[in-house]
């Protein structure tokens, strides 16, 4: 039967999302990876990561939707014929949920818990006095979807929030650096840096020894973007130095992290398996269906990639 | 010289405080205690825990101010002349500075951080599927300055939120409880407590077997407020049982907690010193200074503490 969609993920429920997407679509067609059926029966899919060549070899595949809002991993496979236009999911409470992780990130290292656990395992009590945040310049680099929820989060619980992008972008409440001339400045007044940049040629290594270094020293890191905008090589250097004093990372150039990574050993650092945000079924399965509706309308479809862009 | 102020607190910093109060009252005689100078100069004094006896040896004595909202340790000080008014220090930032910690608290255990701070020990990537906050009840006991603010703030960035309180108060986005009667309902739909109850006749020992076990099973408990509104072998025994899962203390019935008391080693327990939040001096000395003025025009004290109610 033609018009069905397959569902091709190792890490989403696919139970979860075959109720949500039918709750929206009852009569949708929901096949799930490796049960395919015929091939040529398959209209969209909506996938994490499908295994390569699986894309490919379906001959009537008119829309990829990607579950979650970093498109890297399709955009890397050679194999996807680039004509098929990829969408990727990103809405308000996967925002929120992203948000909301980069607001525990930046509490946990302004008030310096990681001290508190280390004095924990010792059984000692040893008062430190906390600093107001009006003093802990919070910066965000990539004020997308993502970002820039994440900034108005910390602007609005007092933080002082600036944000950096690609190009020039207002967000109320929060100031925004933009551009190559850009990031110096905005390094220069960052004490807690995030990084929620999608991954792109132009965005592979962004954060290396040279901006690691442009941050005030004893600066912290949280990376909830994707691995491969951090060089890890100089990250780790940078925290053996002092440079950098602590990191959250949610997300590695390897994942998941191999076993012997000298991360998962370090005090000062929090290792998380790229478990910052997700797309919710039920609440994500509605942009999915919109999508299928209006590529069967012939209708201008949603949240579509630009492919030269990378996200 | 008359109308010196005494500082006693063996926590904060004299020097930030002798600063803070003179950039708003320069003439000031700010006296750093155990070094008094004249007892009888003595006007006022700004105290956290000062030694017994101490306050009750300035016969010109007519203000203390405690050093944070809590003022349990004044009134339990048997030599300290109760027809002296004591005002208790309770600011904007200090209730962002306690909803920060609270919002901190929260979101590790909506997070289920602890889980990956175990997996790391193991060098073990083990992704589980967050859940949306929606679905995450908060319940804060003790809706005050200190804890409406938590509960906005939580409630600002998208929890479901309930109050509970003595008497019945509204909090815009919160639902709020109060009195006896309405305890139980406010357990029931609560999967993290918060508590940030002044410690009160009362109060003491308000959070106890019978209300733990009044939570779902598995919740989380953040205590915050003061360590005597938590019976602690109760709690002791609720965690080891299961019926809590896990909790944030930054407050005991014995502070500094006691270097053998079982919650130091306990993997489900964050054991904090009691930092989650203070009076910043910059801040707070408008207010300290605003009583001494009010106080020689023979105006009405601010933020007076009735002795009755205990808050």
Sequence with gaps: MAGALLFSSRLDDPEAWSKALKSEMPELDVRISPELGNPADIETALVWKAPPGELASLPNLKLITNLG???????????????????RLGDEVMAQMMAQFVTFAVLRHHRDIARYVRQQRLSR??????????????????IGLLGGAAARMLAGIGFPVAGWGRSPRTIDGVETFHGADGLAPFLARTEILVCLLPLTPDTRYIV?????????????LVNCGRGGTVDEAALLAALQDGQIAEATLDVFETEPLP????FWAMDQVLVLPHTASIAVPEIAA????????????????LNIVDRARGY
């Design 286 to 301: 509605r942009d999915v269906v919109a999508n299928i509706h209006r590529l069967r309308a012939g209708e201008t479809l």
């Design 125 to 142: 009590w040893e008062y430190v006095l906390p600093r107001a945040c009006y003093d802990c310049p919070v910066g965000i680099m990539g």
């Design 259 to 262: 076993p012997d990574h000298p």
């Design 69 to 87: 809002a970093g498109v890297d991993p399709i955009l890397a496979d050679a194999t996807i014929p680039p004509h098929i236009p990829v969408a």
């Design 208 to 220: 290396n020894r040279d901006v690691l270094y442009q941050l005030p020293r004893g600066a912290k």
